[in-house]
Nanobody, 118 residues
Framework: LEFVESGGGLVQPGGSLVLSCAPS????????IGWFRQAPGKEREGVAA????????YYTDSVRGRFTISRDNTKNTFSLQMNSLTPEDTGVYYC????????????WGQGTQVTVNS
Protein backbone atom coordinates (compact mmCIF):
# COMPACT_ATOMS: atom_id res chain seq x y z
CA LEU A 1 0.00 0.00 0.00
CA GLU A 2 0.89 3.64 -0.38
CA PHE A 3 -0.20 6.27 2.10
CA VAL A 4 -0.95 9.98 1.94
CA GLU A 5 -0.78 11.33 5.48
CA SER A 6 -1.72 14.68 6.96
CA GLY A 7 -2.23 16.27 10.32
CA GLY A 8 0.00 16.34 13.33
CA GLY A 9 1.88 19.30 14.72
CA LEU A 10 2.48 20.96 18.05
CA VAL A 11 -0.19 21.12 20.73
CA GLN A 12 -0.33 21.91 24.41
CA PRO A 13 -1.15 19.21 26.95
CA GLY A 14 -4.87 18.63 27.04
CA GLY A 15 -5.26 19.69 23.43
CA SER A 16 -6.47 17.80 20.39
CA LEU A 17 -5.16 16.87 16.96
CA VAL A 18 -6.48 14.91 14.02
CA LEU A 19 -4.41 12.68 11.79
CA SER A 20 -5.66 11.64 8.38
CA CYS A 21 -4.55 8.90 6.05
CA ALA A 22 -5.53 7.98 2.52
CA PRO A 23 -4.16 4.53 1.66
CA SER A 24 -4.20 3.10 -1.83
CA UNK A 25 -3.25 -0.22 -3.31
CA UNK A 26 -4.41 -3.75 -3.88
CA UNK A 27 -4.01 -4.89 -0.27
CA UNK A 28 -6.71 -2.60 1.08
CA UNK A 29 -9.29 -5.31 1.43
CA UNK A 30 -7.67 -7.26 4.24
CA UNK A 31 -5.96 -6.66 7.55
CA UNK A 32 -6.40 -3.34 9.27
CA ILE A 33 -5.45 0.26 8.69
CA GLY A 34 -4.26 2.43 11.55
CA TRP A 35 -1.34 4.12 13.18
CA PHE A 36 1.68 3.19 15.14
CA ARG A 37 3.99 5.67 16.81
CA GLN A 38 7.68 5.86 17.49
CA ALA A 39 9.08 8.07 20.21
CA PRO A 40 12.79 8.63 20.88
CA GLY A 41 14.13 5.93 23.14
CA LYS A 42 10.86 3.99 23.18
CA GLU A 43 9.59 0.88 21.48
CA ARG A 44 7.35 1.17 18.47
CA GLU A 45 3.74 1.08 19.64
CA GLY A 46 0.57 0.28 17.79
CA VAL A 47 -1.82 3.12 18.64
CA ALA A 48 -5.10 2.34 16.90
CA ALA A 49 -6.36 0.44 13.90
CA UNK A 50 -9.62 -0.44 12.24
CA UNK A 51 -10.32 -3.71 10.51
CA UNK A 52 -10.79 -3.47 6.77
CA UNK A 53 -13.48 -6.12 6.91
CA UNK A 54 -15.48 -5.87 10.10
CA UNK A 55 -14.74 -2.26 10.97
CA UNK A 56 -13.72 -3.31 14.48
CA UNK A 57 -11.48 -0.77 16.16
CA TYR A 58 -8.40 -1.62 18.16
CA TYR A 59 -6.61 0.66 20.63
CA THR A 60 -3.60 0.42 22.80
CA ASP A 61 -4.54 0.81 26.45
CA SER A 62 -2.86 4.18 26.93
CA VAL A 63 -5.06 5.90 24.34
CA ARG A 64 -8.37 4.10 24.81
CA GLY A 65 -11.03 6.66 25.70
CA ARG A 66 -8.96 9.55 24.36
CA PHE A 67 -8.34 8.58 20.73
CA THR A 68 -10.94 7.59 18.17
CA ILE A 69 -10.17 5.98 14.84
CA SER A 70 -12.68 6.16 12.03
CA ARG A 71 -12.94 5.54 8.32
CA ASP A 72 -14.86 7.18 5.53
CA ASN A 73 -15.75 4.40 3.13
CA THR A 74 -16.89 6.80 0.42
CA LYS A 75 -13.52 8.58 0.35
CA ASN A 76 -11.41 5.63 1.50
CA THR A 77 -9.78 7.74 4.16
CA PHE A 78 -9.01 7.09 7.79
CA SER A 79 -8.82 9.55 10.67
CA LEU A 80 -7.43 9.48 14.16
CA GLN A 81 -9.02 11.99 16.50
CA MET A 82 -6.66 12.52 19.42
CA ASN A 83 -8.02 14.26 22.51
CA SER A 84 -6.60 15.01 25.95
CA LEU A 85 -3.10 14.75 24.61
CA THR A 86 -0.20 14.39 27.02
CA PRO A 87 3.56 14.71 26.53
CA GLU A 88 3.71 10.90 26.52
CA ASP A 89 1.82 10.98 23.22
CA THR A 90 4.71 12.77 21.55
CA GLY A 91 6.28 10.90 18.67
CA VAL A 92 6.19 10.23 14.97
CA TYR A 93 2.90 8.68 13.95
CA TYR A 94 2.87 6.38 10.94
CA CYS A 95 -0.21 5.37 9.06
CA UNK A 96 0.16 1.68 8.46
CA UNK A 97 -1.32 -1.51 7.10
CA UNK A 98 -1.50 -4.10 9.85
CA UNK A 99 -1.43 -7.80 9.07
CA UNK A 100 -2.10 -8.41 12.74
CA UNK A 101 -2.70 -6.13 15.69
CA UNK A 102 -0.74 -4.51 17.24
CA UNK A 103 2.73 -5.16 15.84
CA UNK A 104 2.22 -6.91 12.54
CA UNK A 105 2.77 -3.97 10.21
CA UNK A 106 3.13 -4.79 6.55
CA UNK A 107 3.65 -1.32 5.13
CA TRP A 108 3.53 2.26 6.32
CA GLY A 109 3.78 5.87 5.29
CA GLN A 110 6.41 8.49 5.90
CA GLY A 111 5.03 9.51 9.27
CA THR A 112 3.98 12.78 10.80
CA GLN A 113 5.31 14.43 13.94
CA VAL A 114 3.07 14.95 16.94
CA THR A 115 4.53 17.05 19.73
CA VAL A 116 2.70 17.69 22.97
CA ASN A 117 4.50 20.36 24.91
CA SER A 118 3.62 23.40 26.91
Amino acid sequence: LEFVESGGGLVQPGGSLVLSCAPSGSDLGWGAIGWFRQAPGKEREGVAAISSGSGKAYYTDSVRGRFTISRDNTKNTFSLQMNSLTPEDTGVYYCAHFESWPMGTRSWGQGTQVTVNS
